[in-house]
């Protein structure tokens, strides 16, 4: 079935009562648009990395020369990432990041939630 949209009101009754078009522009609607991805979620036991960023990161440990958050929250007693992951890489971005400990030169993150920072800035 196309979905067609009338350029005017009158070309709408016109095609209703069974007369044609009447001479209007029938254009075929464009699909739907493509939904957006949901959010990137990073679950690993231990980050290493030169810079890490997220809009929200859990982890037990974060260990950085240079910490730069928007709200940091001190949690107590809660499990993060998993078991036996761990992942290297120069950068780490992702939406959110759940990990146990983070080892990084610079973290760049919105909300941090955390049992221990350790920074030397």
């Known amino acids: 079935m196309t979905t067609v949209r009338l350029t005017t009101c009158a070309s709408l009754l016109l095609l209703a009562l069974g007369f044609g078009t009447g001479g209007c522009t029938v254009q075929t609607a464009p ?3 493509v939904p957006a991805p949901g959010p990137v979620v990073l679950v690993v036991h231990d980050i290493h990395a030169d810079t890490v960023r997220a809009r ?3 982890a037990h440990d974060v ?3 240079s910490l730069r958050a ?3 929250y001190e949690v107590k007693g809660e499990k993060h990432g998993k078991k036996g992951q761990h992942l290297r ?3 780490v971005e992702a939406d959110e990041i759940d990990a ?4 990084a030169r610079v973290v760049e993150v919105g909300t941090l939630y955390v049992h221990k920072v ?3 800035r």
């Open 31 to 33: 699909p739907p648009p």
């Open 56 to 58: 929200v990161i859990r």
């Open 63 to 65: 260990h950085a020369d």
């Open 70 to 72: 928007g709200a940091v």
């Open 89 to 91: 890489a120069s950068v």
């Open 100 to 103: 146990h400990n983070i080892h």
């Open 118 to 120: 350790h920074t030397r």
